[in-house]
């Protein structure tokens, strides 16, 4: 998809969701395992979970200068980041910022065997006025 009036940031699709948990082998694992979902990578930060269309990555942390260890001490386990497929990551962040977005990690692009994957990371939304989510969207481009 294109960007439009309809669709002002370009969003193509949900890429995938981060979720945060206590431990990476412990009973989140499990649950994507009894829900059908199948490990399919791993490295020493993520754990790959898919079925599909729809696609988790697990993380746990415990240092607190990664988002997922500030968002578990918050928040507890959950959801910490919702990545969508973007038509042109540069034009969508550009976008998202100029409608109020705040930028909390710079355009990066990472080389991979299927090609260059750009990065950037705006904050979640607020939950109240009190309670802000500290989740972050990434907008995310595949090649």
Not at 15 to 40: I, P, W
Not at 61 to 74: F, L
Not at 101 to 119: A, M, N
Request: proline share 1%.
């Amino acid at each position: 998809m294109s960007i439009s009036a309809d669709n002002p940031v370009g969003l193509k699709s949900v890429d995938h969701m981060e979720f945060t948990a206590n431990e990476r082998y412990g009973h989140v694992g499990k649950l994507f395992h009894s829900l059908g979902f199948q490990k399919s990578a791993t490295n020493e930060k993520y754990d790959l979970y898919d079925q599909g269309q729809i696609r988790f990555l697990l993380t746990s942390s415990t240092d607190e200068s990664e988002h997922s260890a500030r968002y578990r001490k918050d928040h507890g386990e959950g959801v910490s980041k919702i990545a969508f497929r973007v038509e042109n990551a540069e034009e969508s962040l550009n976008i998202a910022i100029k409608r109020g977005g705040e930028l909390v990690q710079d355009l990066s692009i990472e080389e991979t065997e299927f090609g260059p994957i750009k990065r950037a990371a705006i904050k979640g939304l607020a939950m109240s006025s009190t309670n802000s989510l500290s989740a972050q969207v990434k907008l995310f481009i595949r090649g």
